[in-house]
């Protein structure tokens, strides 16, 4: 019996993209969009000021609560955030660590986001 080959696993890559599925299943880059463009949402509503449970009401319910730090985090990362100068916030929402404090940020440059 022979190891599976490179050619296989580019064609099982390629039926996986020819499947119609794919079109209708959010993948991480659409939550992260999503995530980004809340974020946006909750600057907007909280005077530039951004907190992960002001985030949370203007997403999807099915996106995996641990993306929205993780997003928030590379918005830090690539400068659109900063931190500011309010007291760290509890979390919220559904996860195990809804009271865990955790910072909150300035949007100090606009996120550009698909729409």
């Known amino acids: 019996m022979t190891p ?5 696993v580019f064609e099982m890559l390629a039926a996986i993209d020819r499947d119609p599925s794919q079109d209708v299943i ?9 995530i980004r463009r ?4 909750a600057a907007a509503e909280h005077r530039g000021l951004v907190h992960a ?3 949370r009401p203007h997403l999807p319910a099915d996106i995996p609560p641990h993306l929205i730090g993780a997003v928030i985090a590379g918005l830090h990362t690539t400068g659109h955030l900063a931190p500011s100068n ?3 916030l509890p ?13 909150v940020s300035r ?9």
Do not use: C, F, M
Not at 4 to 8: F, I, M, R, S
Not at 107 to 115: D, H, K, N
């Open 4 to 8: 599976a080959t490179q050619p296989d």
């Open 26 to 34: 959010p993948t991480r880059r659409d939550y992260r969009d999503d």
């Open 38 to 41: 809340a974020v946006t949402l």
């Open 53 to 55: 449970s002001w985030v």
């Open 86 to 88: 309010r007291a760290a």
């Open 91 to 103: 979390n919220g929402g559904p996860s195990g660590n809804a009271g865990k404090l955790s910072r």
């Open 107 to 115: 949007l100090v440059r606009a996120i550009e986001v698909q729409p």
